[in-house]
Structure formats: structure tokens, C-alpha cells
């Protein structure tokens, strides 16, 4: 209970030194959304995309699941959030940047690559869609040690890239350069954030890593 107080002493604050204070950006807000920006982030506690990135409110519009997946194209009888929020995103709000936002030390990756997670009800199900990418990751990694994870966890944003394009109202934006697919990764071990680049065909680091970290 203790946390659910700090919440609510939270939102207080919230209210008093941003949502009340003069310019703050809820004084449009409240009219309307229109984000440039969508990003699919995992629901890892420690990668808030909004912290990490150290936005405005109404400046990402947000999708978060386990291991930060895009599912691909599957108009059936199912019920596909995620690609709900896509359908939005793209069609109704019109961002012009779409972010997998993926991440190191992320639970879901370590649980699809020790198939620990193969017996729950949904988590397993859901991972299995990076099946493919874990196939081809363990053929270069003898142990699921450290280098594996992070390897997966690369793969990962690389197979939700690819699904994207699997939408073809999505396909159809990209192809004519009204929008913009990014794959980025979090690397909470050094504060390192990194973009994928399909010329190097490699992650490279956008910002340098974090100097208190250098000095370990
Ligand atoms: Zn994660």
C-alpha cells in the first residue's frame, strides 16, 4: 500500500507543478491527440519509453507487451490488440516515425530462450512468434549465456520490423516515404541506447554511453 500512496502523492504533484502550471501542453491536449510517434516498448518496469526519452505528454503514442513484439498481419476472428493500436496509429493519427523500442536483460527474451515459459497460459504463446529468430540465433550460440540474450534480443526488433510491413495499409505509408520504421535498443548495462542500420546491417549506438558508467 505504501506504493500506491506514493502514486497518488505523485499525481498531486503532477497536478500542481504540470498540469495546472501556466504553458503547460495539456492546455491543448485536452482538445486532442496528435503524436508524430508510435513505439512499441516491452512492459519491462525500467524501460519507459516516455522516461527514456524524456518526452512532452501528446508526443509518443505507446504500445507496450512482453519483449516489445509486433505480431504479423492476421485479420481473423483473434483479438489482436497490437495491431489495434497499429490500425490507430497509422490510419487514424498518421505518425510519420514508428519505434520498436527493444531492450537489454528483457525477461521475455530469457524465458523464449530457455523455453521456461513454454508451460504458462499466454506468455509462451505469445513469444513463440520470435520462434524463428530464436532458431537462427541459437545456431550461432552454443549456451542461452548473456551474448545469446542480447543477440535475441536484437533478432527480436528485427523480426517486428519486418512484420510491420506485413500490414499492407502500413507497407503502403512506407512506400511512399510518409513513414519511417526504427528499430532501437536499450542497453540498461552501460545507459547505451542504439539504432539499427540496414546499410551495416548492425546496431549502432545513437548517444554515447552513460560517463558514470565509464568510470566502473
Ligand atoms: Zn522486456
Redesign the pocket.
Known amino acids: 500500500m505504501q506504493k500506491i500512496r506514493d502514486f497518488i502523492l505523485g499525481f498531486k504533484s503532477f497536478q500542481d507543478q504540470y498540469f495546472c502550471r501556466e504553458g503547460s501542453p495539456f492546455s491543448e491536449l485536452r482538445e486532442g491527440q496528435s503524436p508524430s510517434t508510435l513505439v512499441v516498448a516491452?512492459?519491462?518496469s525500467r524501460?519507459d519509453p516516455s522516461l527514456i526519452m524524456q518526452c512532452e505528454p501528446g508526443d509518443i503514442f505507446v504500445v507496450r507487451n512482453?519483449?516489445?513484439i509486433v505480431p504479423p498481419y492476421e485479420p481473423d476472428a483473434g483479438y489482436h490488440g497490437v495491431s489495434a493500436a497499429l490500425e490507430y496509429a497509422v490510419l487514424s493519427l498518421k505518425v510519420a516515425d514508428i519505434i520498436i523500442l527493444?531492450?537489454s536483460?528483457?525477461?521475455?527474451?530469457k524465458s523464449l530462450l530457455e523455453d521456461s515459459a513454454r508451460g504458462g497460459e499466454f506468455v509462451g504463446k505469445w513469444t513463440s512468434i520470435l520462434d524463428p529468430a530464436r532458431s537462427q540465433v541459437m545456431e550461432s550460440f552454443e549456451c542461452t549465456d548473456e551474448r545469446a540474450a542480447k543477440a535475441l534480443?536484437m533478432a527480436g526488433i528485427l523480426t517486428s520490423m519486418g512484420n510491420l510491413l506485413t500490414f499492407p495499409w502500413l507497407a503502403e505509408r512506407v512506400a511512399d516515404g510518409s513513414l519511417t520504421i526504427h528499430g532501437w535498443y536499450f542497453d540498461m548495462a552501460c545507459g547505451q541506447l542504439f539504432s539499427y542500420l540496414p546499410q551495416t546491417r548492425s546496431f549502432e549506438p545513437l548517444a554515447p554511453r552513460c560517463p558514470a558508467r565509464d568510470k566502473e
Open positions: 516491452c512492459c519491462d524501460t512482453i519483449a516489445n527493444g531492450h536483460s528483457c525477461g521475455g527474451i534480443e
